[in-house]
């Protein structure tokens, strides 16, 4: 069994900037990559980035260039700084890992972004 759990969620105002992280509670990393997902109010959830085993990186479109997901093995905790923050960006943000065909997802984070 494997618990996600976020954090670093709040309320900012356009332009500024947050970062987010998810602990595991096990040293999952060598096994599986792992994902930042949001939604928002009204929608579906969407793919926000993802980070491999080997480190690398992908974004979707809407976010790249502003945010930023890296990992700490030795903290078994994956991070999602974000800059540049719009209004659209507001959801709740969730982690997400596949370890040998199970589905872990944290309970989520808030961030709205709001003047």
């Known amino acids: 069994q494997v618990q996600l759990v976020e954090s670093g969620g709040g309320l900012v105002q356009p332009g500024g900037s947050l970062r987010l992280s998810c602990a595991a509670s096990?040293?999952?990393?060598?096994?599986?990559?792992m994902d930042w997902y949001r939604q928002a109010p009204g929608k579906q959830r969407e793919l926000v980035a993802t980070?491999?085993?080997?480190?690398?990186?992908n974004y979707v479109d809407s976010v790249k260039g502003r945010f930023t997901i890296s990992k700490d093995n030795t903290k078994s905790t994956v991070y999602l700084q974000m800059n540049s923050l719009k209004p659209d960006d507001t959801a709740v943000y969730y982690c997400?890992?596949?370890?040998?065909?199970?589905?872990?997802w944290g309970p989520g984070t808030q961030v709205t972004v709001s003047s």
């Open positions: 096990a040293s999952i990393f060598s096994v599986t990559g």
């Open positions: 980070i491999l085993r080997d480190g690398s990186t």
């Open positions: 997400y890992a596949n370890v040998l065909g199970i589905d872990y």
